[in-house]
Every structure is written in structure tokens, then in C-alpha cells.
């Protein structure tokens, strides 16, 4: 069963009070149900036919407020304290800056390297800036008990440290629009020996975990053609379909090539998409919005390298 | 209750005594048991089209319907089904119709303080009805964003958010003004030798409730309308682009929609406290502490709305402090389960279909109370929070409790209501499909959000879909127990038997009335000289 997966200290700092306040609740619940249907039998019209007029009794009133509140209290201070916990990052736990957009989440770590899956070493703190570029959005990882929302103009930060090796999902938990269930990604855990050789390799390392993930049903992103790989890895495809579907921009289904109305500053203008308007789109977007879109794509950060591969990848979708 | 009983037999309210006749004289109506019952006919329309939108998202969730029902409906639906049973039928449901019918007649009144304010009230909600069902076809089509509208989602969409607020900001007028209305009347039309401490407890409830209806409200109510302006003229109060705060948003939005979840449930725990001693024979256990538990309720339940937003940010302060207040806010809520439990202790209990649904009640709210105090401890919440988890915990607590007890308080009224009794053999058959389907699919979404389903979901991993497919089975059960029960109250009204004046042998001043009551409920104002669940001298009579 996934779901009684614990993966992290966190799940396990959660998971203990939920025990603790279930057990409390089976017991409460078990005992007035029980006591309802006794008394209902004991005490129904043809057992007793004469009710006793019994108005209250002080003594039980006080008892019946004083157990609940010590009990409730009980469990607030534990909740708390096991919450308290997950907000204190360590300090020499990794940051890493987490970026929600409808309707794709990204990863970039400190050494800059940008991902759209998380990886995270085995058994280290990770720390988690968790920001939003457009709506409010819900960093989820059920296998870890944790979550936090992606509030624009405002970083909200937790931690982890994974204690299983794995691939665990990732889930937006705030309605966001159209594609809000869509919006999943991986948190992989990987022992750290792999996630440094991946995270000190450079550019071409192999990401680490593809064991792991090669296992699972998702599609997996290795397969896709390179320029594919990098659109879906930078969100692009939340607004840009590859298969001619209309969306918040335009599709890149036979886009190249083809004629275009454009505004530049305001006017408009005719233009042919060529290599030279794929790569000023994608580097500065506000210059040239093709009539009819709103201007609204971010700039996204290519490297030169990626950014020839979309542009090849482009080209093919004829 | 000497000189209660009328010597001449007076109309009943259902005849038409007026200058007006027909759908006019309902429409024109000021007396409070028609402006009940108009409620009621208008309430359980709207309950019917939202079953009806529930049971779609559910087959949705089977992926059957997903050829039909695109993302974007599905999210209409789930708003659209939110702000239907949220704004029309529970928040409004048992004060608008059980206590606009009952208040007056339970505090020995002929009717509430301001009876045209009370139908005025009325054509709010209608007005605001209207807008809410026209805000799905026009602009830019159903809102869906959630019955919440948080922002920033709820200025960038382009579907119609500012009509759909505008309709929750008019409704808002009808619970402020009925709200008043019953404050109103609590304080001034009391039958003389009626003190507080001998008004039966539906009227605490409905007296607490009408508090948090006229203090939370206007709140609400201006959150809304700076949602409009802000989509307008961009105002930026909550759009952090410019320079607003999404959370300021949120804050505002709970302090009233806090509240409003106790809105929703003081009547309830009212009627549910009416129920029992009648069928108990016996006056309620802890009659003072039933009612200082509708107010502490009702005091401190206004101080916890943060614990909606555990995951969005708050500093640490705010987190520990709205924790420790929800859990005390638990407290009186324990109270009255007790007192309700052990007014059954010694009683002489005649088991009748109300009882079986205030029980019902019982066990489904404690299940409610229960799951909120785990979203209410901090570590648990981190992990349940925003996921099918708490969609089945407001079920419990909405519709396993407002819902249970409005049922149960209609099979306890109804006879009063319409001077007709329905077939219990077929309510009775009515509860087993409703009960085992509640759990079904609502202890099913508790499930579902422990293993991680988060709401308001389109399509789920596949790991979630055999919990998915049991949830579904259990709303077609629901349903089914929803449609018999239905059924049989609507035939009553046509078919039923002549009902009694009293009967359940209940004490209070409802049955001392004929059923259906007289226009003017009583002839001569009642003297109360004792508390409303003495049972004694009925036996010895």
C-alpha cells in the first residue's frame, strides 16, 4: 500500500499523532454509539414505561468539560509540536527554489541546474523555497506528510529528509484552473552517492533514479526527443500544445514557416515564423505577440544548447 | 398550558383567508409558517439540482462521463455545486425554514417581529437564487474557481466569478435581515412567564446562530464585493501583481465562512435537542449547559476561521494560536453529544422515525467532530489538508449533520407543518440505503485523502481508483434513500393520513396548537409558568 508509505522523518512526525488522535476517536465514538443503542433497548417504552424526570446532574457536567478539554489540549500541544518540527529547516540543509505555474512545477538547485522532477539525496535535509509565478498553488507529497502552499509574491518554505529510496508523487492541492489535476510531478529519492554524481556532472549527466522511474506507468521523459524533453521540463507545454489543441498560446503543430500578424509595440506587422523568430520568442517574448494571444509568457531560462534542440524539435511538427 | 386550545376551531393557515387567493396569496404572504414553507419548496429544489450535480462528479471520478464532461465543466460543477448547497440550502436551511415556522410558535408569539422584513428576506434569497442559476449561462460561463473564489484564481479566470459573488453578496441581505428578525423576536415576543431560561432550545440555537448571521455576514459581504471591483477596475487589494495580498483574501473570507459552518449547525444541534426529550419522555439532561454551549460556540467559533489556511504561510504564532482555539471550540460541541446521549438514560423511549434520524445524526456528527479535531492538530493537518480528507469531513459535519437533523426535524415537524402523517414503515426503509451510502462514499473520500487524493481533481492517479469506484456505488445508494424519503413526504401531503394535534407527545408549545396550526397560532397569548421539557404531569393527567 502507497499510501501508509512513510518516506520521510516528516511522515513519521505526522503519522504518530494521527495514531494517537484515531485511536482517541474509535474509543470516543465506539463508546456513544454503544451507549445510544444500550440505552435505547434498556429504556424503550415497553422495559420502562415510566420515565425517571432526571434534569441534570452538575457533577457529570464538569467532568464531561474537563477530560475533553485536557484530551483536546493534549492533542494540540502534540500536533504542534510534531508540526513545529517541519517548519525548522537544519541549517546545513540544501535549498532548493520551487516554482509553480499552471500547470507544472520546477526545480532549480543551488548549483543552478533546473529540473522538472525533484531529486533529493537519501537521508540529507532539503530545504524548500516554494514560490508561485501566477496563482496560488499546493506543494504536495502524500508519502512525506507535507505541504505547502505557492503563494505569488510570497516564499513559503518547508523541509524534508527522505528516509526510503523511491519515487514518490508530487500533487498541486489548489483548485488553479482547467488542468489543476494535471498539474503531478516526481519527488525521487535516490542514495546520495547517485544524486552527487548527477548533481556535481555538469550538464550531461544522466539524471539519477532512471532505474527507479523506469519501473513506474508515467511516461517516461528520457524517451521523448530532447527539444520535447526540454518543453515539458520548462512548463512550456502548459500553454503550448504540440498536437494543434488551442490553448493560452499558440500551438507549434506547424508553426514553422508559416505566416504570422504579430504586434510589435503595438502595431502589427506580417511576418514568416523563421529559425530567428522560434529563438526571439523564446528568449524575449514580449517583442512579438502573434495577434489575438495574450502577452503573457514568462522568460524562460535556455541554455544555448537547449534552446537548438527546441528549436529542431519545432521544425519536425509539421 | 391552560387556555392554549382553541374553543372555536380557527383556519388553519393553509386556507386562504385573505383578499388574495392562489400562488398570489403565498407570494404576498407575511405570516411566518408560509414564508417556511416557502423556504422549504425553494431549499429542497436547489438540494435536488446539487444531489444531482454531486452524483454527475462522481461518475465523472469513474471516468465514464469524461467524454461529456471536459475539465473545465467538471470545475464548473464542483463550484457550482458548492455555492448551491452551501448558499441555498445548508447555511439558510434549518433557521429559514424551521425557524421562521417554529420560532414564534416555540416562544408562544403569533408571529416573528418584522413579518415583512421576514418576506422580504424571502426575495433576497430568490434574487440572489436567480443571479447565482444566471451567472452559469452568461459572461463568460459557470465560475470555477471553487465555492471559495480565492484569489488570485478568482481575478485572472474569465468565467462569470462577479456574478456568482454578486448573487452570495444578495443573499447575504436575506441571513442579515433574518438574523435580525429573530434577534428581534427572541428579545421581544416572548409569551409572558416565558424567561429565557424556559424557552426551549431550538430557540438558543437559533438565537446564537442569528447572532453569527448578522455580526459575520456583512463581513463576507464586503470580501465579495472587493472581489468584484478588484475584477472591474483592479483595485488591487488582493492581487499581489499589484501590491495586494492573496491571503489577506483568505483571512477576510473565513472569518465569515468560519462561522457560517456553525450557522449551519447550532439549528441543527437546536432541533436535535427539541427531538430527544419528546421521544425520551423526559426533560433534556443539562438544559443550561445545552444552551451556554450554543453561545460559547457561537463565541469562540468565531475566533478559529485560520485553521483553513494551516499550509498557506501564516507565521508560527498564528498557527499554534488558531490550533489551540479549534480545539477548544470542540469542547461545548462534546458537551452537548453527552448531554444528548444521557437524556436518553432512564427515559421511557418510544422509537419513532425522528428518533432514528437524530440518532443518526449523533453518530455521523461525532464521526464529523471527530475528523475535525485530526484537521485541527497541526501535524495531521499538513498532510490532510485540501484533499478528499476534508471533503468527506464537511460531509459528515454538513450532511451527516445539518442534513441529518433537517431530516429528522421535517419527519418531527411534518405532521405540525401539514396536518398529515407519512408512512414510517417507508421512511424507516428510506434510512438503510441513505446510511450505508453516506458511509460509503463519504468515509470512502476520508480514505481517499489519507492515501493522498487531493480535491477538486479532474482525473486521479490510478492508485485511488478502486476507493474512487466504491465512493461512487455509495452515492447511488444515497441517492436512492434520498429519493424514497422524498417521495414518501410528497405523497404524504397529497395522500396522508389526518394527523394529530400531538403526535409524539411532545410537551412544547407546537403541540398544544392544532396541526396544521391557526393563522394566528394562538388563540390567547399562552402563560408559561414552568420549563419547556416537563413531562410529569402529562402522565398523571
Known amino acids: 500500500m502507497d499510501w501508509m508509505n512513510q518516506a520521510a522523518l516528516s511522515a513519521q512526525k505526522s503519522d504518530a499523532v494521527f495514531f494517537y488522535v484515531f485511536g482517541l476517536s474509535v474509543v470516543f ?40 478539554l485536557v484530551l483536546f489540549l493534549s492533542i494540540f500541544y502534540y500536533g504542534w509540536t510534531n508540526y513545529e518540527y517541519m517548519r525548522q529547516a537544519p541549517r546545513d540543509a540544501m535549498a532548493i527554489k520551487v516554482t509553480a505555474r499552471q500547470w507544472s512545477w520546477s526545480f532549480e538547485y543551488p548549483n543552478g541546474k533546473q529540473t522538472k522532477v525533484l531529486f533529493a539525496p537519501l537521508g540529507k535535509p532539503m530545504r524548500l523555497d516554494v514560490r508561485s509565478a501566477d496563482m496560488i498553488h499546493g506543494f504536495f507529497v502524500p508519502s512525506f506528510r507535507l505541504k505547502i502552499d505557492a503563494v505569488p509574491a510570497r516564499t513559503n518554505t518547508t523541509w524534508f529528509q527522505a528516509t526510503k529510496p523511491g519515487s514518490y508523487d508530487i500533487e498541486c ?99 514568416t515564423v523563421d529559425d530567428a523568430y522560434l529563438r526571439r520568442s523564446i528568449t524575449d517574448p514580449g517583442a512579438q505577440v502573434v495577434r489575438g494571444y495574450p502577452p503573457a509568457m514568462p522568460k524562460t531560462a535556455l541554455t544555448a544548447q537547449e534552446l537548438d534542440e527546441v528549436v529542431r524539435y519545432i521544425k519536425t511538427l509539421d | 398550558m391552560s387556555g392554549t386550545h382553541a374553543t372555536t376551531p380557527e383556519p388553519s393557515y393553509l386556507v386562504d383567508t385573505g ?9 404576498t404572504t407575511t405570516d411566518h409558517k408560509r414564508i417556511g414553507l416557502l423556504y422549504l419548496y425553494s431549499m429542497m429544489t436547489f438540494f435536488f439540482v446539487g444531489v444531482g450535480i454531486g452524483l454527475v462528479m462522481r461518475l465523472v471520478q469513474l471516468t465514464t462521463f469524461q467524454k461529456l464532461i471536459t475539465a473545465q465543466t467538471y470545475n464548473a460543477l ?48 430568490i434574487a440572489g437564487a436567480i443571479l447565482a442559476v444566471l451567472s452559469l ?57 416565558m424567561h429565557w431560561f424556559r424557552m426551549p432550545l431550538m430557540c438558543w440555537a437559533l438565537y446564537s446562530t442569528a447572532w453569527i448571521q448578522l455580526l459575520a455576514t456583512p463581513i463576507v459581504a464586503i470580501t465579495l464585493l472587493l472581489v468584484i471591483l478588484e475584477r472591474f477596475f483592479g ?67 468565531s475566533l478559529v476561521w485560520a485553521h483553513h489556511m494551516f499550509t498557506s504561510g501564516m507565521s508560527g504564532m498564528a498557527l499554534m494560536i488558531f490550533s489551540l482555539l479549534t480545539m477548544v471550540v470542540a469542547v461545548p460541541s462534546a458537551i452537548k453529544v453527552f ?17 432514528l434520524f437524530a440518532l443518526t445524526f449523533i453518530f455521523l456528527f461525532c464521526i464529523g467532530g471527530l475528523t475535525g479535531v485530526m484537521q485541527g ?137 392544532p396541526s396544521p396550526p391557526p393563522l394566528e397560532n394562538f388563540d390567547v397569548i399562552p402563560t408559561i409558568t414552568r420549563g419547556p421539557y416537563h413531562f410529569e404531569q402529562e402522565e398523571h393527567r
Not at chain 2, 455545486?81 to 452551501?86: A, D, E, K, P, T
Not at chain 2, 489577506?248 to 465569515?256: A, D, E, G, N
Not at chain 2, 435537542?273 to 425520551?280: D, G, N, Q, R, V
Open chain 2, 235 to 301: 483595485i488591487g487589494i488582493f492581487d499581489p501583481a499589484k501590491g495586494g495580498d492573496p491571503l489577506l483574501y483568505q483571512h477576510l473570507f473565513w472569518i465569515y465562512s468560519h462561522p457560517a459552518v456553525y450557522i449551519m449547525i447550532l439549528p441543527a444541534m437546536g432541533a436535535i435537542s427539541e427531538i430527544l426529550p419528546t421521544f425520551a419522555k423526559r426533560p433534556i439532561f443539562g438544559y443550561k449547559a445545552i444552551a451556554f454551549s450554543s453561545m460559547s460556540i457561537a463565541g469562540v467559533g
Open chain 2, 78 to 125: 464542483f463550484t457550482v455545486h458548492g455555492v448551491i448547497m452551501i448558499f441555498l440550502f445548508v447555511v439558510p436551511g434549518l433557521p429559514a425554514i424551521f425557524g421562521n415556522f417554529f420560532l414564534p410558535i416555540l416562544i408562544g408569539a403569533k408571529d416573528v417581529s418584522f413579518p415583512r422584513l421576514n418576506l422580504a428576506s424571502w426575495y433576497f434569497f
Open chain 2, 19 to 27: 383578499t388574495r387567493t392562489g400562488v398570489l396569496a403565498w407570494l
Open chain 1, 173 to 271: 492541492t489548489v483548485i488553479c484552473g482547467v488542468d489543476h489535476s494535471l498539474m503531478l510531478s516526481k519527488v525521487v529519492i535516490v542514495p546520495e552517492a547517485e544524486f552527487k554524481a548527477w548533481y556535481f556532472g555538469g550538464e550531461d549527466a544522466p539524471e539519477p533514479g532512471k532505474a527507479l522511474r523506469a519501473a513506474e506507468a508515467h511516461p517516461d521523459l528520457a524517451n521523448q526527443p530532447m527539444g520535447l524533453a526540454v518543453l515539458t521540463a520548462k512548463g512550456c507545454l502548459a500553454c503550448h500544445s504540440v498536437d494543434g489543441k488551442p490553448k493560452v498560446g499558440p500551438t507549434l503543430k506547424a508553426i514553422y514557416g508559416r505566416e504570422a500578424q504579430v504586434l510589435v509595440a503595438g502595431n502589427l506587422h506580417t511576418i
Open chain 2, 137 to 193: 449561462f452568461t459572461g463568460g460561463g459557470a465560475p470555477d474557481t471553487g465555492w471559495t473564489f480565492y484569489a488570485p484564481f478568482s481575478l485572472k479566470t474569465g468565467t462569470n466569478v462577479s456574478l456568482a459573488v454578486f448573487a452570495a453578496f444578495v443573499l447575504g441581505f436575506s441571513s442579515m435581515l433574518t438574523g435580525i428578525n429573530f434577534i428581534t423576536t427572541i428579545h421581544r415576543m416572548r409569551a409572558p412567564g
Open chain 2, 377 to 513: 492538530a497541526l501535524a495531521i493537518n499538513v498532510h490532510i489538508h485540501d484533499t478528499y480528507f476534508i471533503v468527506g469531513h464537511f460531509h459528515y459535519v454538513m450532511f451527516g449533520g445539518t442534513g441529518m437533523a433537517l431530516f429528522a426535524a421535517l419527519l418531527y415537524w411534518f405532521p405540525k407543518m401539514f396536518g398529515k402523517m407519512y408512512s414510517k414503515k417507508a421512511i424507516y426503509a428510506s434510512w438503510f440505503p441513505m446510511f450505508i451510502g453516506f458511509n460509503m462514499l463519504y468515509f470512502g473520500m476520508m480514505i481517499l485523502g489519507m492515501m493522498g487524493m487531493p480535491r477538486r481533481y479532474y482525473v486521479h492517479l490510478p492508485q485511488f481508483h478502486t476507493m474512487h469506484v466504491i465512493a461512487t456505488v455509495g452515492s447511488w445508494l444515497l441517492v436512492l434513500g434520498l429519493v424514497i424519503f422524498f417521495a414518501t413526504l410528497v405523497y404524504a401531503t397529497f395522500k396522508g393520513g389526518k394527523a394529530e394535534a400531538n403526535p409524539w407527545g411532545g410537551v412544547t408549545l407546537e403541540w398544544t396548537i
Open chain 2, 339 to 355: 448531554n444528548w446521549v444521557s437524556t436518553l438514560y432512564k427515559g421511557s423511549i418510544d422509537f419513532q422515525p425522528p428518533l
Open chain 1, 29 to 68: 465514538l465506539i463508546f456513544i454509539t454503544v451507549l445510544m443503542i444500550y440505552f435505547v433497548v434498556r429504556y424503550s417504552k415497553k422495559r420502562n414505561p415510566v420515565a425517571s424526570q432526571i434534569e441534570g446532574h452538575v457533577g457529570l457536567e464538569i467532568l464531561w468539560t474537563t477530560i475533553p
